[in-house]
């Protein structure tokens, strides 16, 4: 055997083991991507349903959000109403109520001095007022201005 018999046998068996470690790094490969393929599909089987259910919860919170706003603008609207019938009714009862007020002191006043009471011993003793409050009440004449 000569040397370049001894290189030939030499490249023969590299080349052979080169290919099998290729055909090895394939056969790897295939698998690999057979594992690959295999998660995809059991992930695509997963995530379709799930996504339609994600569909179905996103229309379902939109027809809430919907339903939301229209009970908002309703109470918006009920606030309103209510808000002008107040004061609606504030003004319509504000002056007879004023008057009504009025009158009942007036009369009150009235009957006081009917009675012979005087109003400045009431005031002093029912309201806490101080002794020149009531004395200024008691110079009164009779038309109820200072006299």
Same mark, same amino acid.
């Given at each position: ?6 290189? +030939? ?8 083991? +080169? ?13 690999? !991507?057979?594992? #690959?393929? @295999? @998660? ?14 994600? &569909? &179905? ?9 919907? =339903? $939301?706003?229209? !009970? ?6 009920? %606030? +309103?109403? $209510?808000?002008?019938? %107040? ?25 006081? =001095?009917?009675?012979?009471? *005087?109003?400045? #011993? ?7 007022? *101080?002794? %020149? *409050? #009531? ?5 009164? %004449?009779?038309?109820? =201005?200072?006299?």
């Amino acid at each position: 055997m000569s040397a370049g018999d001894l290189a +030939a046998v030499v490249v023969s068996v590299v080349m052979v083991l +080169a290919i099998v470690m290729l055909a090895l790094l394939v056969q790897s490969m295939l698998r690999a !991507l057979r594992e #690959a393929r @295999a @998660a995809l599909a059991e992930l695509r089987a997963e995530a379709v349903p799930l996504l339609g259910e994600l &569909h &179905h919860t996103v229309v379902r919170a939109g027809a809430e959000v919907d =339903r $939301v706003d229209d !009970l908002l603008d309703t109470a918006e609207a009920i %606030s +309103a109403t $209510v808000d002008s019938a %107040s004061r609606l009714g504030y003004l319509a009862f504000r002056a007879p109520v004023i008057r009504a007020v009025a009158f009942g002191r007036g009369v009150g006043r009235g009957a006081r =001095r009917l009675t012979g009471r *005087s109003g400045a #011993a009431e005031l002093t003793a029912g309201s806490g007022r *101080s002794g %020149s *409050s #009531a004395r200024g009440l008691s110079r009164r %004449s009779s038309s109820g =201005r200072a006299a």
